[in-house]
Structure formats: structure tokens, C-alpha cells
T-cell receptor, first 113, second 112 residues
Framework: DAGVTQSPTHLIKTRGQQVTLRCSPI?????VSWYQQVLGQGPQFIFQ???????GRGNFPDRFSARQFPNYSSELNVNALLLGDSALYLC????????????FGPGTRLTVL | QKEVEQNSGPLSVPEGAIASLNCTYS??????FFWYRQYSGKSPELIMF????GDKEDGRFTAQLNKASQYVSLLIRDSQPSDSATYLC????????????FGKGTKLSVKP
């Protein structure tokens, strides 16, 4: 079975632009979570979606938004990019919502110039 | 503010030794505890999870949980150079929260 997939793998944007990151969970998994990891830090929680509904939101500004589609794939959107948004964006897949085991995709490396 | 604390290291051990990685957490309501391994430039890879007090063994890895002390540890026996990576401790929030709270990670270096 394929694991969690994310696209693109790398992305370079300039300040003020908008970006959309995509994630497909493990087959049969219904929950997707998004995390931001800056260099030298652990991943920080951004959003969790389950059955197409937002079930959790971390301490990120409204420039960050996400959605989950009927096939359980997900998109993370970031508007008005700032230099500080440069990070590895990780998607994690879990079978159900709650304290379930989460499996990470390869991530999208976003660089904002 | 729920926090997870880890010694950032680097922790250096010789090949074949036992590596001991430690983690403390602030939220007594936490239910689930995870260890992820992250190689440089890669994403975190789940290596162990533990829910109950005590020890859980999987091959060369042993996770230990003490909820009274709010302490989680990971032991790696017979450490290999391929174990050199950053080890992330993660805690799932209790109740209705499904997100993971991560420590900053401990960098482990296994010297041949």
C-alpha cells in the first residue's frame, strides 16, 4: 500500500504570494493533519480534518486555511506569504480522529524569498 | 500551554552501546505517546508508541512510560550508525484533541 503522498516536494515563492499544498492519506485513513516544521524545531500543529470537517486548529494566523475532500485528500493554503513561512510542511494521516497513530508524508519544503 | 521537553543533544554513543533518550510532558491528561525518528532532510518516521505505564519492547527499541512522573523514554540497544538521527517525542492531547505536541527532538550520533 502507498503511504502518505504530498505534492509538490519543493516550492519557492516570494513574499505576498499564495501557495497550495496537497496531501493524499494512506488508503482507508479518514483523518489528515497538517504540521509546520521550521529548522531545529519539532513539528507544530496547524489543522486536523476528519470526514471533511475541521476538528482542530493550532495557533496559526488566518492566512492559513485547509480543506478535506470527499476522497479524504486535503489541501493547505497559505496566503500573503511571509519570510517566516519558510518551513517543511508535513501532512499526517490517521485511521480515525482522536489520539490515533499518525503517519507522516515526505513533506513539502517551502522557501519564501 | 502544553509542552513537551527533550534534551536537544547531541547525544553521542559508540556503536553497540545503549542510547537513552528522555522526554517530559506537562499535560497530565495526555493519553498517547509516540517516538518518531527523523533523518536530516526527511520527514518523521514512527518507530514506537505507548499508551500504558511500563515498558514496551519492539526489536532493539524499548519505550518506557511513567505517567505519575510525566516521563517517557526510548532506549535503543546495540546502537548502529544507521540509528544516527533526530528523535522526536510526541504526545497526543487528552480528551477530544487529536493533534500531536512535539518536543524539539534529540540528535543522536552513533560513532563506529
Amino acid at each position: 500500500d502507498a503511504g502518505v503522498t504530498q505534492s509538490p516536494t519543493h516550492l519557492i515563492k516570494t513574499r505576498g504570494q499564495q501557495v497550495t499544498l496537497r496531501c493524499s492519506p494512506i488508503s482507508g485513513h479518514k483523518s489528515v493533519s497538517w504540521y509546520q516544521q521550521v529548522l531545529g524545531q519539532g513539528p507544530q500543529f496547524i489543522f486536523q480534518y476528519y470526514e471533511k470537517e475541521e476538528r482542530g486548529r493550532g495557533n496559526f494566523p488566518d492566512r492559513f486555511s485547509a480543506r478535506q475532500f470527499p476522497n479524504y485528500s486535503s489541501e493547505l493554503n497559505v496566503n500573503a506569504l511571509l519570510l517566516g513561512d519558510s518551513a517543511l510542511y508535513l501532512c499526517a494521516s490517521s485511521l480515525e480522529w482522536g489520539s490515533d497513530t499518525q503517519y507522516f508524508g515526505p513533506g513539502t519544503r517551502l522557501t519564501v524569498l | 500551554q502544553k509542552e513537551v521537553e527533550q534534551n536537544s543533544g547531541p547525544l553521542s554513543v559508540p556503536e553497540g552501546a545503549i542510547a537513552s533518550l528522555n522526554c517530559t510532558y506537562s499535560d497530565r491528561g495526555s493519553q498517547s505517546f509516540f517516538w518518531y525518528r527523523q533523518y536530516s532532510g526527511k520527514s518523521p518516521e514512527l518507530i514506537m508508541f505507548i499508551y500504558s505505564n511500563g515498558d514496551k519492547e519492539d526489536g532493539r527499541f524499548t519505550a518506557q512510560l511513567n505517567k505519575a512522573s510525566q516521563y517517557v523514554s526510548l532506549l535503543i540497544r546495540d546502537s548502529q550508525p544507521s540509528d544516527s538521527a533526530t528523535y522526536l517525542c510526541a504526545v497526543a492531547g487528552g480528551g477530544s484533541q487529536g493533534n500531536l505536541i512535539f518536543g524539539k527532538g534529540t540528535k543522536l550520533s552513533v560513532k563506529p
